[in-house]
């Protein structure tokens, strides 16, 4: 059995021991605190090297070629839109402009600028009709594009409105002027812009 005294002093020599206690689990748990600083530190680095670097990196490359990709798509179109208009004047002017002499050479040089339904139309109008009637009548047409615009481009497939100037002479006749407004529809076949309609307006 243990006495009062004896009691009291283990009492007292537990708490002279806790208080060194606490301090070592203190000095432990404050040593520990910046080593996961530390390690914490490192894994935030490695994560920004290894993955947010990179990332960001396909990012801007991605980004870049997409307005590389867009800028190319926008020289494409003003490209074509720049040939089907040009392409449609010359093409115009070779469909409308003929003399009584050589009209079937100069027709069937237009006819070459045609494609589909169109092309096949346009040589039976003009075997059936355009050819003899200016042969009979000495018929001749001069035509000038006056302004031309284009309505729609792709790579492949043109619209364009053109303002003419049409001038025809029957025989000995005075000429006759004409203003038509036409719309021409064209379609790139191997490379060549051709004409697959040719509308009045």
Known sequence: MTTLREDTETAVEAEAEAPAEAEDVTAQQQSEAPAAVEKRRIAWTRVLAVGVLPALALLLAGAAGYFRW???SADDLARARSESVRVAGEDTVALLSYKADSVEKDLGAARERLTGEFKDAYAELTRQVVVPGAKEKHISSVAKVNAAASVSATANHAVVV?????????GDGAPTDTQPVVRVTLDKV???WLVSRFDPV
């Open 70 to 72: 867009v800028a190319g």
């Open 162 to 170: 053109l303002f003419v100037d049409q001038t025809v002479t029957i």
């Open 190 to 192: 191997n490379g060549r």
